[in-house]
């Protein structure tokens, strides 16, 4: 059990040895730290149930709480707050475990399993800065759940089964009319490598796209070619298993290079097979109706305030939409591995097609009330006019631009003594650092401004700064241990600066329980800068290696230790890579 529960725990305790009862005990940090290190404002509670004075009851408490040896201080604030000090005996004693073994210092929870949908880009378009939010919050989701012991199922749940690759056969087919894909009588083989790159990519869709907009019968042939490959048409369905191929073989350099990853590469394609069935089980249930001669289901509920359209499941023309997808993929998920819960990392503005999904899910019974499915909303990177990010023309920015940039404004201040490949690699991790960090901070479902500047300053809040200061941990750390240092174990403290960190540590639980429960991950990223920052003033009022007393050179060496291994973690959690040396 984690430091601050097991002392709420006997603080709980206490109380009721001195004649009062309450439910539960809650200890946080001081405002007021030169009164004490916590306090416990739960006295005014007690005061209101017993009818008596908050200060009489106060005193009672310290009173007994004195006999403890837990603390070094106990006193009492205003009309009866409880001001509570560690002793650095029982202090130290908690740290030296999380040297040892720093999941003491994580609450784990009771095991149910998950399924996370992240990244989703649409393949034949190329990934752009929205991509980078999906993935990067929805991996670091992901990597949270799993340290607090839930199973997670990561899936990237591909858009490929829509418009855009029907819009890119479409011009392939007037560039090429003689491939053998476009052939209906072609019996033999098809090529085994796909007959363009994924750079072509990146230029026949927005080629296509654009001429779709403002040619209708353009339009309309992209939509027959889509709903050729929805059928599985021999020659297009091939072409189009190998243009998935290598722009999902492209999507998985990129997220590589930012250090997320799937469990499962599905997409919207492999859900095809549950569409018909989902649609007859609907039918079955009596939930479907026409409208304009499309099928939908009503998904209102008696208590709206805003409307909430029916969720349409078959278009007029016979094709299925984004929602039925999603209602098949859902199916899926059931079948394959009935979780217990289903986490959807989307761009905020998708909320009202997954309210729609959703209740159309449970209405149906495709998912039963106990299995929670979650939308999880991301708001908007902007640029700093305040709207979406653009390109210095305009453009939309694509993500592997985005984190060029973002590398080459790190590299005007980084260390000159790392050179050749070195100064690539690393460059590089600690870019993406530095663009992840800026991305998770604030809260997730809030907008907020890129700023490369800020983002890749070496001071302030930024992953750089972070890095560098990890990296500064372990060279001391390893330093000490070449000049034969013992690392460990925690015994003492010698002044504030140390017992700040110990005391910063003690909060690491609660930065995890709150990141959990908000599903955002600001609050890890917050605490982090602040574990590291008071780390630092430590490191930097002290001589850890230079220091006399033995002892408690080895206590701090234990302390270091301590942190790091907790930064360790906060950063694998956030899915940044610690770099060798900076
Ligand atoms: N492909 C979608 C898009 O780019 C995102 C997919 C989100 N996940 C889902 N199950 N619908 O907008």
Same mark, same amino acid.
């Given at each position: 059990?984690?430091?601050?529960?097991?002392?709420?725990?006997?603080?709980?305790?206490?109380?009721?040895? @001195?004649?009062?009862?309450?439910?539960?005990?809650?200890?946080?940090?001081?405002?007021?730290?030169?009164?004490?290190?916590?306090?416990?404002? %739960?006295? #005014?509670?007690?005061?209101?149930?017993?009818?008596?004075?908050?200060?009489?009851?106060?005193?009672?408490?310290?009173?007994?709480?004195? $006999?403890?040896?837990?603390?070094?201080?106990?006193?009492?604030?205003?009309?009866?707050?409880?001001?509570?000090?560690?002793?650095?005996?029982?202090?130290?004693?908690?740290?030296?475990?999380?040297?040892?073994?720093?999941?003491?210092?994580?609450?784990?929870?009771?095991?149910?399993?998950?399924?996370?949908?992240?990244?989703?880009?649409?393949?034949?378009?190329?990934?752009?800065?929205?991509?980078?939010?999906?993935?990067?919050?929805?991996?670091?989701?992901?990597?949270?759940?799993?340290? &607090?012991?839930?199973?997670?199922?990561?899936?990237?749940?591909?858009?490929?089964?829509?418009?855009?690759?029907?819009?890119?056969?479409?011009?392939?087919?007037?560039?090429?009319?003689?491939?053998?894909?476009?052939?209906?009588?072609?019996?033999?083989?098809?090529?085994?490598?796909?007959?363009?790159?994924?750079?072509? *990519?990146?230029?026949?869709?927005?080629?296509? @796209?654009?001429?779709?907009?403002?040619?209708?019968?353009?339009?309309?042939?992209?939509?027959?070619?889509?709903?050729?490959?929805?059928?599985?048409?021999?020659?297009?369905?091939?072409?189009?298993?190998?243009? &998935?191929?290598?722009? /999902?073989?492209?999507?998985?350099?990129?997220?590589?290079?930012?250090? &997320?990853?799937?469990?499962?590469?599905?997409? !919207?394609?492999?859900?095809? $097979?549950?569409?018909?069935?989902?649609?007859?089980? *609907?039918?079955?249930?009596? *939930?479907?109706?026409? @409208?304009? %001669?499309?099928?939908?289901?009503?998904?209102?509920?008696?208590?709206?305030?805003?409307?909430?359209?029916?969720?349409?499941?078959?278009?007029?023309?016979?094709?299925?939409?984004?929602?039925?997808?999603?209602?098949?993929?859902?199916?899926?998920?059931?079948?394959?591995?009935?979780?217990?819960?289903?986490?959807?990392?989307?761009?905020?503005?998708?909320?009202?097609?997954?309210?729609?999904?959703?209740?159309?899910?449970?209405?149906?019974?495709?998912?039963? !009330?106990?299995?929670?499915?979650?939308?999880?909303?991301?708001?908007?990177?902007?640029?700093?006019?305040?709207?979406?990010?653009?390109?210095?023309?305009?453009?939309?920015?694509?993500?592997?631009?985005?984190? =060029?940039?973002?590398?080459?404004?790190?590299?005007?201040?980084?260390?000159?003594?790392?050179?050749?490949?070195?100064?690539?690699?690393?460059? !590089?991790?600690?870019?993406?650092?530095?663009?992840?960090?800026?991305?998770?901070?604030?809260?997730?479902?809030?907008?907020?401004?890129?700023?490369? !500047?800020?983002?890749?300053?070496?001071?302030?809040?930024?992953?750089?700064?972070?890095?560098?200061?990890?990296?500064? #941990?372990?060279?001391?750390? /390893?330093?000490?241990?070449?000049?034969?240092?013992?690392?460990?174990?925690?015994?003492?403290?010698?002044?504030?600066?140390?017992?700040?960190?110990?005391?910063?540590?003690?909060?690491?639980?609660?930065?995890?329980?709150?990141?959990?429960?908000?599903?955002?991950?600001?609050?890890?990223? $917050?605490?982090?800068?602040?574990?590291?920052?008071?780390?630092?003033?430590?490191?930097?009022?002290?001589?850890?290696?230079?220091? =006399?007393?033995?002892?408690?050179?080895?206590?701090?060496? %234990?302390?270091?230790?301590?942190?790091?291994?907790?930064?360790? &973690?906060?950063?694998?959690?956030?899915?940044?890579?610690?770099?060798?040396?900076?």
């Amino acid at each position: 059990m984690d430091f601050i529960k097991s002392q709420e725990e006997k603080l709980k305790g206490i109380i009721k040895e @001195s004649g009062y009862e309450i439910e539960k005990v809650t200890l946080v940090p001081s405002s007021r730290p030169d009164l004490g290190q916590y306090q416990f404002n %739960g006295v #005014m509670e007690l005061a209101k149930i017993n009818k008596m004075n908050p200060r009489i009851i106060a005193d009672a408490i310290v009173e007994k709480m004195k $006999e403890s040896s837990d603390y070094s201080d106990v006193n009492v604030a205003g009309p009866g707050f409880i001001n509570i000090t560690f002793s650095d005996d029982v202090l130290s004693r908690y740290i030296d475990e999380i040297r040892k073994d720093v999941n003491v210092n994580i609450e784990k929870q009771d095991k149910k399993k998950i399924v996370i949908d992240y990244g989703g880009p649409n393949v034949a378009k190329a990934l752009h800065v929205g991509h980078l939010r999906s993935a990067n919050i929805g991996e670091a989701l992901k990597r949270l759940a799993r340290e &607090v012991n839930f199973e997670v199922i990561g899936d990237i749940h591909l858009g490929d089964w829509g418009r855009p690759l029907g819009l890119v056969i479409l011009e392939l087919k007037k560039r090429y009319p003689d491939w053998v894909y476009f052939n209906e009588n072609y019996e033999g083989d098809y090529p085994e490598t796909c007959p363009i790159e994924n750079k072509d *990519l990146e230029e026949i869709y927005p080629y296509a @796209s654009a001429k779709a907009k403002e040619d209708e019968e353009y339009l309309e042939e992209a939509r027959l070619i889509t709903t050729k490959l929805q059928q599985k048409e021999k020659g297009y369905y091939d072409l189009w298993k190998q243009i &998935v191929k290598i722009s /999902s073989d492209e999507v998985k350099r990129t997220y590589d290079k930012l250090n &997320v990853s799937f469990d499962l590469w599905y997409g !919207e394609s492999d859900a095809d $097979e549950y569409v018909q069935p989902v649609i007859n089980y *609907l039918k079955e249930k009596g *939930l479907t109706s026409e @409208s304009q %001669g499309a099928l939908v289901i009503d998904v209102s509920l008696p208590g709206d305030t805003t409307e909430i359209p029916p969720l349409l499941l078959v278009k007029s023309n016979g094709a299925v939409s984004y929602e039925t997808t999603d209602l098949a993929t859902i199916w899926q998920r059931m079948k394959d591995f009935n979780p217990d819960e289903i986490w959807y990392v989307v761009d905020k503005r998708q909320e009202l097609h997954f309210e729609q999904v959703f209740r159309a899910a449970y209405k149906s019974g495709i998912v039963p !009330e106990n299995v929670k499915l979650e939308f999880i909303g991301f708001g908007t990177m902007n640029g700093k006019d305040g709207k979406p990010f653009k390109t210095r023309d305009g453009g939309v920015m694509r993500l592997a631009e985005l984190m =060029e940039t973002v590398r080459e404004e790190t590299l005007k201040k980084f260390n000159p003594n790392i050179t050749g490949k070195e100064r690539d690699e690393i460059s !590089e991790l600690v870019s993406v650092g530095a663009l992840k960090y800026a991305d998770l901070l604030p809260n997730r479902s809030t907008d907020y401004i890129f700023d490369i !500047e800020k983002f890749s300053d070496f001071n302030g809040k930024t992953g750089v700064y972070i890095l560098y200061s990890t990296v500064r #941990m372990r060279s001391l750390l /390893s330093k000490a241990k070449e000049a034969g240092e013992e690392i460990g174990s925690v015994t003492k403290f010698a002044n504030e600066t140390d017992r700040n960190v110990a005391l910063k540590l003690l909060e690491m639980p609660s930065s995890i329980n709150e990141a959990m429960y908000d599903k955002s991950l600001s609050e890890i990223s $917050e605490y982090l800068y602040q574990l590291i920052n008071t780390y630092n003033n430590f490191y930097n009022a002290n001589k850890v290696l230079g220091e =006399e007393d033995v002892e408690l050179k080895k206590s701090w060496l %234990g302390l270091t230790k301590a942190t790091y291994n907790a930064v360790s &973690v906060l950063l694998n959690i956030l899915g940044i890579e610690e770099p060798e040396k900076m």
